[in-house]
C-alpha cells in the first residue's frame, strides 16, 4: 500500500517534469524512501486517533504481533477509517513529496 501510494506520488512528479534526468535506480530509491516515511506518518497519525478512544495498548500490540487483520481492526476501530486513511495520505503527500 505505501510503496504503491509512493509510486504514484513519483508519477505525478515525473508528469510535472520534477524528476528530469534521474535514473530507475534512483527513482526507485525515492520511491522506498518516500513509502517508509509514509508509512511513519500513517502510524503516527492512527496512533494519535486511537489515543483519543483509548486503544492505543492494543494497537501498539498489533504493530507488533498481528498486522494481519489490521484494516479490519482499524475499519471497526475508527469511525470512518477509509476516509479518515485517504486524509492521512494527502497530508502525507504534501509533507513528504510537496505534492
Given amino acids: 500500500m ?5 509510486r ?3 508519477d505525478q ?13 534512483a527513482v526507485e530509491a525515492l ?6 516515511k509514509l508509512e511513519e506518518f500513517f502510524n503516527a497519525e492512527v496512533a494519535r486517533q486511537l489515543e483519543i478512544y483509548g486503544k492505543l ?8 504481533y498481528d498486522t494481519q487483520y489490521m484494516s479490519k481492526y482499524l475499519n471497526q476501530t475508527i469511525p ?3 476516509a479518515f ?3 492521512i495520505f494527502a497530508r502525507a ?7
Fill in 57 to 64: 495498548e492494543e494497537y501498539e500490540r498489533m504493530l507488533l
Fill in 93 to 99: 503527500k504534501k509533507a513528504i513529496a510537496g505534492l
Fill in 2 to 6: 505505501y510503496l504503491m501510494t509512493a
Fill in 13 to 25: 512528479m515525473r508528469e510535472e517534469g520534477k524528476l528530469a534526468g534521474m535514473d530507475e535506480a
Fill in 85 to 87: 486513511r485517504m486524509e
Fill in 80 to 82: 470512518g477509517f477509509p
Fill in 8 to 10: 504514484i506520488w513519483i
Fill in 31 to 36: 520511491a522506498s524512501e518516500y513509502a517508509g
